[in-house]
């Protein structure tokens, strides 16, 4: 009987409780959603894991820097008694001075290169590039090497250039007017050059004569560098007014005009010399003050340091150049129609002038010296035509020819602009103007 009891057979799944069964179900379904879980991630993260572990590292080599070229220059100005041997013996063979030498003829002569100019030479890495001479304020005498072959050539000077409006009023002279202004007394000697045929600067200014001009300033290397080009000036003298503005007609060299296209220039500058005072006038009488003999005078005296240069008034050739007792050392100049004129008790003569050499107006002929019977430091300039003496200051000569009419529209094309800013400038001038007590003073008075 025990037996009996202790025995119980297994149930059948049928004869389970249904809400055990359906719990293991779902236990066995969660399991399979978490293990595919952690397959994906395992596959996701872990694949990419993988690869980078077997990426190949790349390995850059280094690349050595190419050192900047080291450039070296030596500035320097020619000195006295040099030569082109002595300033490139260090870099160049006898041979190959030899042959500069010659190819320098048709470019620029060696014997050309004057002392106190300006040169540079360019080391690159310790090796010759070149050498530059400044043969004057427009161009360079350029010599370099380029491995065997040896170059030499003329280049243009490159200048940054701006244009300003330069003003000045007269209270002394037109060089002291530019010395107030601080600009270079070089502008008072081209502003001269431009008026010099309608204002004679010796005798006609006047305080209180303003003038402007529109300046090219020249800049080289951050540096000024001198003046370019006046491109339009405007000078008021004794109340009336004279214009200029620079300009090129076809292949002529650039000049001056008015503003109806007439030309400044005219046969004969109104003086030959800027800047200084007249000692004594034209007359046919006069007391010598050396002789103390009554002599006629037909001649201006102008009264000017030593050393001042003396320019020829208009074109010619040198009829006679020489030394006398009374005139000391003096240069005659032929001009067409008749003319002559006479620059005496000069105290030298400048470099090329000769008998029967052609001279250009405005050419410097000498210098202001005191030589012959003198009793100071002046020029005698006498004028003749057709061997009468005449009055220089009196001369009256038409103007050199004027533009043609081809030329003409161009020309008040350009001129037009330049000419409203310097009569703008004027009025501003006139409305700020400082009322002095004598505006007719006299600058300078003869003697």
């Not at 304020?137 to 090497?145: D, F, P």
């Not at 005078?297 to 020829?312: E, F, L, M």
């Not at 050499?357 to 009793?375: A, E």
Request: proline residues 6%; positive net charge.
């Amino acid at each position: 009987m025990s037996f009996k009891q202790d025995f119980q057979p297994p149930r059948s799944s049928e004869n389970l409780p249904r809400s055990k069964s359906k719990a293991g179900k779902w236990a066995v379904l969660a399991l399979l959603v978490v293990v595919t879980g952690i397959g994906l991630l395992l596959l996701s993260g872990g694949s990419s894991t993988e690869l980078e572990a077997r990426e190949t590292p790349i390995l850059v080599k280094a690349i050595p820097l190419i050192p900047d070229p080291v450039r070296e220059v030596t500035k320097s100005i020619v000195p006295a008694g040099s030569s082109i041997t002595a300033l490139l013996s260090g870099y160049f063979t006898a041979r190959e001075i030899h042959n500069l030498n010659q190819r320098s003829s048709d470019i620029f002569p060696f014997t050309s290169i004057c002392a106190g100019q300006p040169y540079r030479i360019i080391n690159i890495d310790g090796y010759f590039d070149s050498f530059i001479y400044e043969i004057d304020a427009e161009e360079l005498l350029v010599i370099s090497r380029d491995a065997d072959q040896i170059n030499m050539e003329i280049q243009p000077i490159i200048y940054d250039v701006s244009t300003e409006l330069v003003q000045g009023t007269i209270t002394s002279s037109l060089f002291n007017a530019i010395s107030a202004i601080n600009e270079e007394p070089e502008l008072a000697f081209v502003l001269a050059d431009i008026f010099g045929w309608d204002i004679n600067f010796i005798l006609d200014l006047r305080v209180g004569d303003t003038f402007s001009a529109l300046v090219e300033k020249r800049f080289r290397e951050g540096q000024p560098a001198g003046y370019g080009n006046i491109l339009a000036a405007e000078f008021v003298n004794q109340k009336k007014v004279f214009k200029a503005v620079r300009f090129k007609e076809g292949d002529q060299k650039a000049s001056y005009y008015n503003e109806k296209g007439e030309n400044m220039r005219k046969a004969f500058l109104k003086a030959p010399l800027s800047f200084t005072r007249i000692s004594s006038g034209y007359t046919m009488r006069r007391l010598h003050p050396i002789t103390k003999v009554w002599k006629a005078h037909p001649a201006i005296d102008y009264a000017a340091p030593i050393g001042t240069p003396v320019k020829t008034v208009g074109d010619g050739s040198i009829s006679r150049k020489g030394y006398g007792k009374g005139n000391g050392y003096y240069v005659e100049v032929r001009h067409s129609n008749g003319y002559k004129t006479l620059y005496m008790h000069l105290k030298g003569f400048a470099k090329g002038i000769a008998k029967g050499k052609r001279v250009n107006q405005g050419q410097v002929i000498g210098y202001v010296g005191s030589t012959g019977l003198s009793t100071g430091p002046h020029l005698d300039f006498r004028m003749k035509r057709h061997g009468k003496p005449i009055n220089p200051l009196k001369l009256k000569v038409p103007p050199a020819k004027s533009l043609s009419k081809e030329h003409l529209p161009e020309f008040h094309q350009i001129a037009a602009p330049l000419l409203a800013q310097l009569d703008e400038n004027r009025s501003n001038i006139q409305i700020a103007k400082i009322v002095l007590p004598q505006t007719d003073t006299l600058i300078n008075k003869s003697n």
